[in-house]
């Protein structure tokens, strides 16, 4: 394994790392915009030439491969002045907007001027004038001018989605990126251009102009768009909530090899919306003849509790029906099981409705299934118990089942608003524990508002048995609360203790009691997940 | 004056014909090669014969083709550079439309020396008579079993083709040119991996300039030894083919030893300066090279003679101007030239060339200021030894070499406004 | 494939002897847009399309080749396309002044079209005629020593 030396510290590599890599794991960051670790190397932006040591000309490092006792410097004056004066010739034709460019506060060139060179500009010509607000697709925008052709988008779209939608087009300082004329994207990964960028040219329509970067929180969390769970951060913001009444700002990848490197799809990207959706349910509420009246939780458990006892007394635990929604966390969705079905003995729980797992698929990172956490709800027994869900809607039209009890699922969506109608208003009884408002909502006698994935801790395992961990960015709007607390709240109120005061809490059980999960820590599940030794695959 | 050796068959009537180039010997050398001679005997003999890329970087070309690996696998290939360019040069064009034989016959000894069965000649799109010339020759050279399968009973094969380009300067960088010969854009790419490892079609892949194949089958029919002689005395090397144009009395291309005083190829063969004017600058080797101030002119034209005065062979191409010359115009023509073939792939080239020229486009039309012959050095060292392909060099050199040299007639003309 | 847009037959015998050349199709780019570009004398979006269909590839990448190579020309030039070189070897002999006059001549400007489609003006870098400088390219033709003088013989002869 070769050994070499950057800036005065040996460092020892596989054969083939390249410099650029080499530094990486000294914590030496050298500055690049065309190299991006994902993407092959292109040696276009010059911005991260290095001097080895007996080689007269710069090497770029980001393609040059290290060799045993090699000297590499990569802060000298030779280095710096190459340096400035690519940032020099990258800034001439750069429009100076920062003020109102949304990559403002996390743009590469801003940092590297900021970081190396803080030139006074010598150019005193007129700049080249290119396509501002060009449309590429019903995602990104293009500004032309901003752009410092470092092809990462285009290959980006190349080398990973696999289409030639991006070019670029012309030759020498007109150069401009593009899609052909007419043909706008229509790739399902158009978000990762607007990350890939490492300037304000490429801009994501749904943050453009929506906030500053600077007045964002990031938190790790989970994609809940499908069950490849991709990694992410949230990033959020409650500052002008009032008038914005938006919260979550957007999702951006955070890198995973396990599960999708550093890229997600526009499903799955831009479906955090219903987080601060105006169907938003905040407050527990109680059908009162046609009317729907806000209560405090302790009433809404009081009632609650008391109908499903009554319900309980006149007939039997199999007058009682439960569709919990494989969107829940393993820890909402182990309550669920643990209280309903092991405490109340309700054998009628099941989550998957027809159709639950029956979405597109794209064959890279978007699954068909397109629930964050069906492998956690099969792990925890949320299925195969009773009869499937639709048995169990279908036994609540035959009157069969006189209560039903949804934890986070829409039954109309996969069945049509008319059955759920048919069905549900037959029921003596309907409880709708969830975030937002579905068409089930109508027939509900209760409605208990739960907290979104972003409003929460817990845990997800995905398609592959990777257990991943949301964390908590935002506390849950109105009153909702965690779909855990709500069960925990319902229970007690019934007579019954469970001992939980964190997620954490009920996650130390999970492991105790259910196969698969056994032995595994919640800190060790960690931002990058732990995959479960299951057994016959 | 020795006999000519590339330019023989210049005016002759239909020298461009199989027919002429056989009566003259043509095909000679092919047949000592592919019957007598191993290919690593071809390899040797050119090696011998210091035979030097005339394209401009002047690699040893037996040096070149021995780093192409025996066993690839890839097909190889070999690809002839003929996408003449370079401002001033106009020498491989005469011997593809005089002699496109001579450059097939080089082509197929080189690719049986180096175990090559496909050949291409990139010719840029604007030369139309050396494409037709040369496809022609192809065919006339299938047609006698000179190409295609089992060359002259040997059990060889080898196809060749035209490949024309559509205009863009950049194609003669030869990962340009292979990018352009695979139906793309013609931007260099990153080295390594080099064209003799991964090239043409990600094959092993030999890229050499027309007049240095061309010089092939001669240094095979009379051995390599005889060619280094050819070179001046001390200096060797062989004969170059030297394009003069510009103030001259008599331009055009001259075959000479390599190393010929670039005063003697002025005065003695192209007749010296119209007008009897005197000479203020002389660019040696293609619109890249340093320009040369008129007491730098007794320099050898040679690899070495010109890198030790700090300018290059180059092309070889000489372009002559007189003391009347507007050096201020002549640099923004040879500035707009580069900025115009930035293939806009590495940021250096790109910004850079089209920053220079907004400035000397600026100084010419009377608006220059006194800083803007630092701005343009500076930017010039911005360029210089730090783009991906030697196209930055070739912008800089000019810029350098112009203002450094002759700074103050930049000066008085800022000064004038 | 668009618009009933076809290659004539004889076309499409020489685009299958092109193609044959290389070990990919799409080699043969170049040497199809130079087809495309005589037989519909432009490469307009619907012969890239064609071309795109033809050899395989991306529209994409067809677009880049034809906008990255100066001799190929999206819309259609005069009955004559007249191409000088104003690059060094040429312009130390006068090419500028040519131009000057080229322009008062047919009243156009560098990169026009006359109205009534009989010229079209461009200005081209080195041609690699600097032996014989000034040059000009008009059609296929090079017309090499040009002088104000020539030019006029040159125009006048056309049709």
Redo the contacts between chains.
């Keep these: 394994m070769p050994t070499l030396v950057i800036d005065d510290q040996k460092v020892t590599v596989d054969p083939g790392t390249t410099i650029i890599q080499a530094a990486k794991k000294l914590d030496i960051t050298i500055p690049h915009y065309c190299y991006h670790p994902r993407l092959k190397s292109v040696d276009m932006c010059r911005m991260c030439l290095v001097e080895v040591k007996d080689i007269p000309k710069l090497q770029t490092a980001c393609s040059t491969q290290v060799r045993d006792n090699m000297v590499v410097f990569t802060n000298n004056q030779k280095v710096l002045d190459a340096r400035r004066s690519v940032l020099e010739f990258l800034l001439i034709n750069h429009p100076l907007d920062c003020p109102i460019c949304d990559k403002a506060g996390e743009c590469m060139l801003q940092d590297f001027y900021f970081q190396f060179s803080r030139h006074t500009s010598k150019f005193k010509e007129k700049k080249q004038k290119k396509h501002k607000v060009v449309n590429l697709g019903p995602k990104i925008v293009l500004d032309s001018e901003r752009c410092i052709l470092c092809a990462r988008c285009v290959r980006f779209l190349k080398e990973v989605v696999g ?9 020498g300082d007109h150069s401009e990126i593009g ?5 706008p994207l229509e790739n399902n990964y158009q978000g990762n251009l607007a990350d890939v960028c490492p300037v304000g040219a490429l801009t994501a329509k749904d943050f453009r102009f929506a906030c500053r970067s600077w007045f964002l929180c990031q938190e790790n969390s989970i994609c809940p768009g499908c069950s490849t769970g991709c990694n992410v951060l949230v990033h959020s913001s409650e500052r002008s909530y009032d008038k914005t009444l938006r919260r979550v700002y957007r999702l951006t990848p955070r890198d995973n090899d396990e599960v999708n490197q550093s890229w997600l799809c526009d499903v799955g990207r831009y479906g955090y919306h219903f987080v601060d959706d105006p169907d938003r349910l905040t407050a527990p509420s109680l059908k009162r003849g046609e009317e729907y009246v806000k209560v405090d939780w302790d009433t809404a458990f009081r009632e609650v509790a008391q109908r499903l006892r009554g319900i309980f007394e006149r007939y039997s635990p199999s007058s009682l029906g439960i569709i919990p929604s494989p969107q829940l966390t393993n820890e909402d969705l182990y309550m669920v099981k643990k209280f309903f079905n092991e405490t109340l003995c309700i054998t009628n729980i099941d989550f998957k409705l027809p159709g639950w797992n029956q979405g597109q698929g794209d064959g890279f990172l978007l699954k068909a299934d397109r629930n964050p956490n069906t492998m956690g709800a099969e792990l925890l027994g949320l299925s195969g118990i009773g009869p499937q869900a639709g048995e169990i809607i279908e036994k609540t039209r035959l009157g069969e089942i006189k209560a039903l009890y949804l934890v986070g699922s829409d039954p109309a969506r996969y069945l049509g608003e008319e059955k759920i109608a048919s069905a549900l208003s037959r029921a003596q009884l309907v409880v709708f524990q969830g975030s937002n408002y579905n068409y089930a909502c109508k027939f509900a006698h209760a409605i208990l508002p739960g907290a979104t994935f972003v409003e929460k801790e817990g845990t997800f395992t995905n398609a592959q048995a990777r257990v991943q961990k949301i964390n908590q960015a935002l506390r849950p709007l109105g009153e909702s609360l965690p779909d855990w607390k709500i069960i925990l709240g319902l229970a007690l109120t019934m007579g019954y203790y469970f001992p939980y005061k964190a997620a954490e809490d009920i996650f130390k059980d999970i492991a105790r009691e259910v196969t698969g999960f056994s032995g595994l820590d919640y800190k060790k599940v960690g931002d990058k997940g732990i995959k479960l030794a299951l057994s016959g695959g | 004056m020795p006999e000519l050796v590339l330019t023989k068959n210049v005016g002759k009537k239909d020298s461009h014909t199989l027919g002429i180039y056989e009566q003259g010997g043509g095909y000679q050398a092919l047949k000592k090669a592919l019957l007598e001679m191993k290919p690593e005997d071809v390899i040797k003999e050119v090696d011998k014969s210091g035979l030097r890329g005339r394209g401009g970087a002047g690699f040893p070309a037996g040096k070149k083709w021995s780093f192409i690996p025996k066993e690839a696998p890839k ?1 190889k290939y070999l690809t002839v550079n003929a996408d ?7 020498k ?2 005469v011997i593809m439309e005089n002699d496109p034989h001579m450059l097939v016959e080089g082509s197929i000894i080189t690719s049986y020396a180096i175990g090559i069965y496909q050949a291409y000649i990139y010719v ?5 008579r050396s494409i037709s010339r040369l496809e022609d020759a192809i065919n006339e050279a299938y047609a006698r079993g000179y190409l295609g399968k089992n060359i002259l009973d040997t059990g060889y094969y080898l ?1 060749m ?1 035209v ?7 950049i194609c003669g960088e030869e990962t340009a040119l292979l990018e ?7 931007q260099p790419r990153m080295k390594p991996p080099f064209p003799a490892i991964v090239g043409l ?1 990600q094959g092993p892949t030999v890229i050499n300039n027309v007049e240095t194949i061309a010089c092939v089958p001669h240094i095979i029919k009379n051995g390599g030894e005889w060619f280094n002689n050819l070179g001046a005395p001390g200096v060797g090397g062989g004969i170059k083919l030297f ?5 001259v009395k008599k ?3 001259y075959e000479l030893p390599v190393g010929t005083p670039l005063r003697e190829i002025i005065y003695n063969y192209a007749g010296g300066v119209r007008g009897d004017k005197k000479v203020k600058a002389v ?1 040696p080797g293609g ?1 890249s090279a340093p320009v040369l101030k008129v007491e730098e002119i007794d320099v050898k034209m040679d690899f070495n003679s010109l890198a030790a005065i700090g300018s290059m062979m180059g092309s070889g ?1 000489i ?1 002559v ?1 007189d003391e009347d ?1 507007d050096l201020v ?2 640099l923004r ?2 500035i707009k ?1 580069y900025a ?2 930035s ?1 806009g792939k590495c940021t250096p080239c790109r910004e850079g060339t089209g920053w220079m020229a907004k400035i000397i486009t600026r100084i010419e039309k009377g608006q220059g200021e006194s800083s803007d012959l630092d701005a343009l050095l500076d930017i010039a060292n911005g360029i210089r030894g730090r783009t991906l392909c030697p196209m930055g060099d070739a912008a800089a050199m000019p810029v350098q070499s112009f203002v450094t040299k002759f700074r103050g007639e930049f000066e008085d003309y800022i000064k004038r406004g | 494939m668009s618009k009933g847009l076809e290659f004539s037959k004889k076309t499409k015998e020489r685009l299958q002897a092109i193609v044959a ?4 199709k ?6 199809t ?2 087809l495309a570009q005589r037989e519909f004398s432009a490469i307009t ?1 619907e012969v890239e399309e064609y071309v795109a269909g033809l ?1 395989g ?5 067809v ?3 034809l ?6 020309t999206p819309q259609p030039l005069g009955k004559y396309h007249i191409q000088l070189c ?4 040429c ?3 006068g090419a500028e002044e040519l131009l000057a006059y080229l322009k008062k001549r047919l009243n156009i400007e560098a990169g026009e079209t006359t109205p009534d489609k009989k010229f079209t003006l461009s200005t ?10 000034p040059v000009m ?1 008009l059609n ?1 033709t090079f017309y090499e020593n040009l002088t104000e003088n020539g030019i006029d013989q040159i125009l006048r002869k056309l049709p």
């Design positions: 289409t030639e939608e991006l070019g670029i087009f012309d030759r899609i052909y004329p007419g043909r | 097909p003449e360019g370079e401002p001033g040069t106009f491989d064009r840029r799109g604007e030369y139309t196809d083709a490949h024309p380009g559509a205009g863009a300067y352009s010969l695979e139906g793309k854009k013609g079609f394009p003069v144009s510009g103030h331009p055009g291309v660019i619109s191409a372009i101007m010359t115009k002549t023509i040879l030239f115009h073939e293939c | 050349k290389y070990p990919e799409g080699a043969a780019l170049l040497p847009l130079w979006p050899l590839l991306s529209l994409v990448r677009h880049e080749a906008s990255f190579y100066t001799m190929y104003t690059n060094i070897s312009s130390l002999l081209v870098e080195c041609l690699g005629y600097c032996g014989t400088a390219r296929e």
